[in-house]
């Protein structure tokens, strides 16, 4: 049963545009979110987190979004550079307990 | 390098043998998590320590798994009698404070192939 879900494999994004990746979960008791970029043999590296009583974050040019009655977060990228490219993976806990979701591949493309 | 680390990167081994992984978090982080990823999947909780005691384990984790961290500070993970289906990237991720709404650290994790 897959708690957590990233609906889209890929996604390609022009330099300097903005790229958008969501994620929707399906557990209400979770109360704190994630998002990392994972390069090919390397493991994932932390990018922003949100608590469930928020319902933005923003560091740098990377935002998270939560929408708790959708059960929806997505990151926004702005603007997108060509390093960004890697996968995205999205995670939700509840406790000690982290739930990934199956990754979304992004493309920068110069 | 004050990452944290695994031993091995990879692993191939015949089905049915024993396999032993370790993790070596980055110095003082109290929290240690093992995760499971397999092709095309995100990674899958197994366990969670603190400091030495495991406070969580997946139903995933059957019994052939079996997870330590002696000391407080590097962890092992033992697959016995592994099987094709053990196949996969093992993460070890660390982090420190009281609270699990702190930044985990990934290690490059082992790749484990089963014959």
């Known amino acids: 049963d897959q708690q957590v879900k990233q609906n889209s494999p890929s996604l390609s994004v022009q330099e300097g545009r903005i790229s958008i990746l969501n994620c929707d979960y399906t557990?209400?008791?979770?109360?704190?979110f994630l998002w990392y970029k994972k390069y090919p043999a390397e493991g994932p590296t932390f990018l922003i987190s949100i608590s469930s009583i928020k319902d933005k974050n923003e560091d740098g040019r990377f935002t998270v979004f939560l929408n708790k009655s959708a059960k929806h977060l997505s990151l926004h990228i702005v603007p997108s550079q060509p390093g960004d490219s890697a996968v995205y993976f999205c995670?939700?806990?509840?406790?000690?307990?982290?739930?990934f979701g199956t990754g979304t591949s992004l493309t920068v493309i110069p | 390098d004050t990452g944290v680390s695994q031993d091995p990167r990879h692993k191939i081994t015949k089905r049915g043998q024993n396999v032993t992984f370790r993790c070596d978090p980055i110095s003082e982080h109290n929290r240690l998590y093992w995760y499971r990823q397999t092709l095309g999947q995100g990674p899958e909780f197994l366990t969670y320590f603190q400091n030495e005691a495991q406070l969580e384990k997946s139903r995933l984790l059957s019994d052939r798994f079996s997870a330590e961290r002696p000391k407080g500070s590097f962890s092992t993970l033992e697959i016995q009698r592994t099987e094709q289906g053990d196949s996969a990237m093992y993460l070890c991720?660390?982090?420190?404070?009281?609270?699990?709404?702190?930044?985990?650290?990934f290690g490059p994790g082992t790749r484990l192939t089963v014959l």
């Open positions: 995670a939700a806990s509840a406790g000690n307990q982290f739930y």
């Open positions: 557990n209400s008791m979770f109360d704190y």
């Open positions: 991720a660390s982090s420190s404070g009281s609270s699990s709404y702190n930044e985990q650290f």
